[in-house]
């Protein structure tokens, strides 16, 4: 006990390939820009391992399965194979005066979501606002800005399709994933 947060070390079970490159191209970039890969976060990596801090929400010790470790914020697949399990320390594990050469989206930078209600219902609850999080930081390729252009994203088995015009972000069709 004692930890709010912990690492998690991962496998990219579903972005499994044989072959790797050792250059990406970054989204945030614009998806044209090629980069190493080990200065990304792609999944496509050779040892295809990746690496997650997560809040610790509890810990039942006593289960079926053994300890059960209840967590929030991860950006994993449901199902992903744990490898390790690491507390975070916050007076190591925290650099406030890091820099990235990723440009991360500023508060103005957000797009105003326009999610109609009879298309965000069909999201479970307890994803909508994570859905929209994802959405108002423009999910679309960096180098395509077309108002007439419909785009869209697999998100919690569900394809949500959008267009966007002048900063805002209309959710056009949403539809379950099979």
Same mark, same amino acid.
């Given at each position: 006990?004692?930890? %709010?947060?912990?690492?998690? $070390?991962?496998?990219?079970?579903?972005?499994?390939?044989?072959?790797?490159?050792?250059?990406?191209?970054?989204? =945030? /970039?614009?998806?044209?820009?090629?980069?190493?890969?080990?200065?990304?976060?792609? @999944?496509?990596? @050779?040892?295809?391992?990746? $690496?997650?801090? *997560?809040?610790?929400?509890?810990?039942?010790?006593?289960?079926? &399965?053994?300890?059960? /470790?209840?967590?929030?914020?991860?950006?994993?697949?449901?199902?992903?194979?744990?490898?390790?399990?690491?507390?975070? &320390?916050? #007076?190591?594990?925290?650099?406030?005066?890091?820099? %990235?050469?990723? *440009?991360?989206?500023?508060?103005?930078?957000?797009?105003?979501?326009?999610?109609?209600?009879?298309?965000?219902?069909?999201?479970?609850?307890?994803?909508?606002?994570? $859905? $929209?999080? *994802?959405?108002?930081?423009?999910?679309?390729?960096? #180098?395509?800005?077309? @108002?007439? =252009?419909? !785009?869209?994203?697999?998100?919690?088995? !569900?394809?949500?399709?959008?267009? *966007?015009?002048?900063?805002? &972000?209309?959710?056009?069709?949403?539809?379950?994933?099979?």
């Amino acid at each position: 006990g004692g930890y %709010s947060h912990i690492w998690l $070390l991962w496998q990219f079970s579903k972005a499994m390939r044989e072959d790797w490159s050792p250059t990406v191209r970054p989204p =945030r /970039l614009g998806g044209n820009a090629r980069m190493g890969v080990f200065a990304t976060r792609s @999944p496509f990596r @050779p040892n295809a391992i990746g $690496l997650s801090s *997560v809040r610790l929400d509890g810990v039942e010790l006593h289960t079926k &399965l053994g300890p059960l /470790l209840h967590i929030s914020g991860a950006d994993l697949m449901d199902g992903s194979p744990i490898y390790d399990i690491k507390p975070y &320390l916050p #007076y190591t594990d925290s650099h406030p005066d890091a820099t %990235s050469c990723f *440009v991360l989206p500023r508060q103005e930078d957000l797009l105003q979501v326009d999610f109609p209600p009879a298309l965000l219902e069909q999201i479970p609850e307890d994803r909508r606002d994570g $859905l $929209l999080a *994802v959405l108002a930081q423009d999910p679309r390729p960096a #180098y395509q800005n077309s @108002p007439d =252009r419909v !785009y869209g994203l697999d998100f919690a088995g !569900y394809a949500v399709r959008f267009t *966007v015009e002048r900063g805002c &972000l209309t959710v056009r069709e949403v539809t379950r994933l099979p």
